[in-house]
């Protein structure tokens, strides 16, 4: 191989190389979570429907129940949980009125994708997942319609919270009066009957750059494939070409002159 049809192969493979990477670049982003400022809580946040930047590495957060059993007719000071430890109701001694022969409740709790739900009032947005609680007396099934003496629930969020929302059906929120435990992504409010529990914050959302850019990525990747078309299909090809002719043994002078005249004579 001559030197110049090297250095044409090796053009080709470079601007092909070059393609790749930018093609790469333009389709297999993988942006990373922003840290954020201040404490927050030590295990990830567990999302039913995981934002953009979390990736591969979510855990979908299951459903749970825990039965509390009276004790002479009287529920105990008692404290219960989701499964994921991201809801906890706090219930003290006598919270849970008697019913008929019922020998304890279950709570229940049901992590759901807030999307699927109202929206929360003007200003705030779903921070992390919603929750439905539901307490029913076992074994006959009924709903407990409140408490007899107001518990408190705790919620653990992702960003920095703004106002726990109550909700009868998900249809429509109520904001409840919010403290903050300790840290902008603990949140508490008392707990008073069953039903759907949702934080919002008024912090905006992390935009994907990918989603914003939709437009440019899928113009940038139409110009690659068209430059690989173009390099594979008339470049690389003129370059070798070119290397073949450069390659050639001359024709010795006289030969064409010869060949023209045997064409000549026997016509």
């Not at 809801?87 to 019913?99: C, K, S, T, V």
């Not at 934080?199 to 990525?217: A, D, I, M």
Request: glycine fraction near 12%; avoid cysteine; charge should be positive.
């Amino acid at each position: 191989m001559t030197g110049r049809r090297r250095l044409g192969l090796g053009v080709g493979l470079a601007v092909a190389y070059a393609l790749a990477v930018v093609a790469t670049g333009l389709t297999g982003g993988h942006p990373v979570r922003p840290l954020l400022d201040g404490a927050g809580v030590t295990a990830p946040y567990k999302w039913v429907k995981p934002p953009w930047y979390v990736g591969n590495t979510n855990v979908k957060p299951e459903a749970g129940h825990t039965d509390i059993p009276f004790d002479n007719g009287t529920s105990p000071l008692i404290g219960v949980n989701s499964p994921d430890s991201q809801m906890i109701l706090n219930l003290p001694r006598g919270a849970l009125p008697p019913h008929g022969g019922d020998t304890s409740v279950r709570a229940a709790f049901t992590p759901l994708d807030p999307k699927k739900l109202a929206r929360p009032p003007s200003g705030m947005r779903a921070d992390g997942n919603a929750y439905r609680v539901e307490m029913t007396y076992q074994p006959s099934g009924a709903p407990v319609p409140t408490t007899a003496q107001s518990g408190n629930v705790i919620m653990v969020v992702p960003d920095e919270a703004e106002k726990m929302l109550f909700s009868l059906d998900g249809k429509s929120w109520d904001e409840l009066p919010t403290h903050m435990l300790g840290d902008p992504t603990t949140v508490g409010s008392a707990f008073n009957r069953a039903g759907y529990y949702l934080v919002g914050t008024t912090l905006p959302e992390f935009k994907n750059p990918n989603q914003s850019n939709g437009t440019k990525r899928v113009a940038g990747i139409v110009l690659v494939v068209v430059a690989l078309a173009l390099l594979l299909g008339y470049i690389v090809p003129t370059l070798l070409r070119r290397s073949r002719a450069a390659s050639a043994p001359p024709t010795p002078p006289g030969r064409s002159g010869q060949k023209r005249q045997v064409k000549r004579r026997r016509r």
